[in-house]
């Protein structure tokens, strides 16, 4: 099995940072692109920032400039440093990995439990 571990979330104030973390662990064999969504209560749920194993990296518009996301290989674990924080940055953070595990041949999808952002005053 594969496991996604999210940590970091919590409360700050507005123009405040948080890092999150995710690190997964189990049987990976290869981690091809790592993802962080992210979902307000009564919305949808968007994708915030991307980086693949190439290193390409993808921000949606509400958020570059201010985030950062970013990965440790050797700990198989993404980050995502988070500046100047915004109330409409309040959500539930998940951590999505497209991850071939052991014995596999193809990759596919593995979600984190979700770590509560909440920014508020």
């Known amino acids: 099995q594969v496991q996604l571990v999210e940590s970091g979330g919590g409360l700050v104030q507005p123009g405040g940072s948080l890092r999150l973390s995710c690190a997964a662990s189990g049987a990976v064999a290869s981690i091809n692109g790592m993802y962080w969504y992210r979902q307000a209560p009564g919305k949808q749920r968007e994708l915030v920032a991307g980086i693949t194993s190439g290193g390409r990296i993808n921000y949606t518009d509400s958020v570059q400039g201010r985030f950062t996301i970013s990965r440790d290989n050797a700990k198989n674990t993404v980050y995502l440093q988070m500046n100047s924080l915004k109330p409409e940055d309040t959500a539930v953070y998940y951590c999505?990995?497209?991850?071939?595990?052991?014995?596999?041949?193809?990759?596919?999808?593995?979600w984190g439990q979700g770590t509560q952002v909440t920014v508020s005053s």
């Open positions: 999505n990995g497209r991850i071939r595990r052991l014995g596999q041949l193809y990759f596919y999808d593995y």
